[in-house]
């Protein structure tokens, strides 16, 4: 079938980058055959070594891959023999920015794409796709699928990989003694934290905090003997005493009733001494509208939540008994909002 013509022929390559589905689902495919990692000579290897490595048909893995190499994935050196070029090494499972794991289809990150297809109903009815599409909420699929877990902690450790060295640098942590870090997964942000500032203690406070992905993040950091490690979830009662209680990408996860519950939490923790700060995107008018309004697509979808701006916020956080005592942006969409005790 043939792309259409129309009188405008400006606005057609726009359309068309949005609506093709075959280009997002091979890329998947051949992130969760590892394609990338299976190619093993630089001049390239014979597809129908390729495909017994990875478990495919020979003839049907060619076609895909001839048609990422069509695409600049790739590179085709001789007829069915496929090379790696710089676009495929982003798919490299040891690839700094993981983009291998978040695109794997049998893992957390493909789980979170299945969800679009659910999108028509969520806009309708206002409700998450991802329950409709899996069965049960997200949550619920983590906390019933340990793989799925493994696999979702994994891509958040390098989340928050990317992100420490922003937290690390844009807050003055030199005020504090002891951080807290709610739902703070494995513990990458806060390993980075705490290594930086060696006269900090911390928390760790996560339904993973004792996991051996955990133990391996803060000894590897050299801070294990700094953090102390705490299985419970952020909707019941938080370690009390902290001087900075930290939530990384938690509230966008939560529509508002229960993202004030978590805010409320922290603050009943905090007290009159302790700090609140909120790590997350900031819709702003000047900010970067495909990454934002992205994400928030995303959060509609996965879970009925959105990203929010300062206004909206502080709205929460009031509500929670917390007011803005600092907001610091970084060079990214994220911000460093600080809650205090509400006076």
């Known amino acids: 079938m043939s792309e ?13 980058s949005l ?3 075959a280009e997002p689902w091979a890329v998947r495919v051949a992130a969760t055959l590892r394609l990338a990692d299976n190619i093993v000579t630089r001049e390239g290897d014979p597809v129908e070594d390729l495909a017994a490595r990875v478990g495919a ?33 982003l798919l490299q499972d040891d690839h700094p920015d993981r ?12 789980a979170m794409d299945r969800s679009y297809s659910g999108l028509l109903e969520t806009v309708r009815t206002g409700r998450a796709a991802y329950p409709s599409v899996h ?21 958040m450790e390098a989340h928050s990989s990317q992100l420490a060295e922003e937290v690390v640098s844009v807050y003055p942590w030199e005020g504090a003694t002891l951080v807290i870090d709610v739902g703070g997964g494995t513990g990458a942000l806060l390993a980075e934290v705490l290594r930086a500032h060696p006269h900090l203690q911390g928390v760790l406070v996560d339904l993973v905090a004792r996991t051996p992905d955990a133990t391996r993040i803060l000894e590897a950091a ?27 990408n938690i509230i966008h996860d939560w529509a508002d009733e229960k993202a004030v519950t978590v805010l409320r939490r922290c603050c009943e923790a905090a007290g ?19 990454e934002l309004t992205g994400m928030d697509l995303r959060m509609l979808t996965l879970f009925a939540s959105r990203e929010r701006s300062l206004d909206e916020f ?8 917390l007011e803005l005592e600092n907001a610091r942006p970084t060079a990214s969409a994220y911000w460093l909002l600080e809650y205090r005790l509400h006076n």
């Open 222 to 248: 050299g801070v294990a003997d700094r953090c102390q490690r705490l299985d419970c979830d952020f909707f019941g009662p938080l370690p009390t005493g902290g001087d900075v209680y930290v939530l990384r």
């Open 4 to 16: 259409p013509r129309s009188s405008e022929p400006e606005a057609w390559p726009t359309l068309l």
């Open 272 to 290: 009159s001494t302790g700090r609140v700060l909120v790590v997350e995107r900031v819709v702003t008018d000047n900010g970067n509208l495909e």
């Open 57 to 89: 048909d020979s003839d049907a893995l060619d076609r895909v891959i001839r048609f990422l190499v069509a695409r600049g994935v790739f590179a085709e050196p001789s007829p069915r023999v496929f090379a790696n070029n710089p676009a495929s090494c």
């Open 135 to 155: 069965g049960r909420d997200f949550w619920e699929d983590l906390a019933s699928d340990a793989d799925l877990a493994r696999s979702f902690a994994s891509l």
């Open 314 to 321: 502080n709205v929460l956080a009031a509500t929670a008994g």
């Open 19 to 21: 609506i093709r589905l």
């Open 99 to 110: 983009m291998r794991r978040w695109l794997d289809l049998e893992g957390a990150g493909g």
